[in-house]
């Protein structure tokens, strides 16, 4: 079945650092991919979304590119603010095993914690 | 435009109670999904329906567990007899057209099972 596997945290920085948060994904079809974050106590808010290959989805200067051969979906930003500490959901969306249905499949979360 | 709605957000069960949670979409759209998140844990998919109709509860527990979407009020999910393993926050997303448009999350309900 579909699964995605994202780096386990928490990752901890600093305000202005570098951020990557690897997802890697296996899917039956040809899937879209999304990453979706949650501040506390809210519901998952969708930040970006790529659905083909080579498509980079981008947001609030977040951004992944949708790696076909190496079936990943990093997540980076260039200088990270403390309203940026969240937990980081990558997902997918497979027509090809969930029917019309698109449901998602996510990986388990990634906690960010960014200092001043 | 009010969000997902989800009430109520946190629900204390004895063991053998029944959990009643409830999922009121985005106005406009009529198709909702419940997915659980278990401690340490990814969400999970649990049921896709649309207005009266399940379309997919491959995710759902086979015994003890029931949702419904009906014609007009929120999309309830029931856990009768509740375990300590049901503990977990239960989010819904709702959209307007699935494959289309995004889906939308609610708050989510942290059920804790005594």
């Known amino acids: 079945g579909d699964s995605v596997t994202q780096m386990e945290g928490p990752v901890t920085l600093s305000e202005e650092a570098f951020l990557t948060i690897n997802c890697t994904y296996t899917a039956t079809g040809y899937p879209s991919l999304f990453w979706y974050v949650q501040y506390p106590g809210e519901g998952l808010q969708l930040l970006l979304k790529a659905t083909k290959a080579d498509d980079k989805g981008s947001n609030k200067g977040f951004e992944a590119t949708y790696r076909k051969e190496t079936t990943s979906f990093h997540l980076e930003k260039g200088s990270v603010q403390v309203s940026d500490s969240a937990v980081y959901f990558c997902a997918l969306s497979d027509p090809a095993s969930g029917g019309s249905n698109y449901k998602l499949t996510f990986g388990k979360g990634t906690l960010l914690t960014v200092n001043p | 435009n009010a969000g997902v709605m989800q009430n109520p957000r946190h629900l204390v069960r004895r063991r053998g109670q029944e959990a009643r949670l409830r999922c009121s979409p985005m106005?406009?759209?009529?198709?909702v999904y419940w997915y659980r998140q278990l401690p340490e844990e990814g969400l999970k998919f649990m049921v896709y329906l649309q207005k009266e109709n399940i379309i997919d509860e491959s995710g759902m527990p086979k015994e003890r567990f029931s949702a419904e979407f009906p014609k007009e009020g929120p999309s309830i999910l029931r856990i009768q007899q509740v375990v300590r393993g049901d503990s977990a926050a239960y989010f819904c997303a709702s959209t307007y057209h699935p494959g289309l448009s995004e889906q939308y999350f609610g708050p989510g309900t942290r059920l804790t099972v005594t």
């Open positions: 106005k406009g759209h009529s198709h």
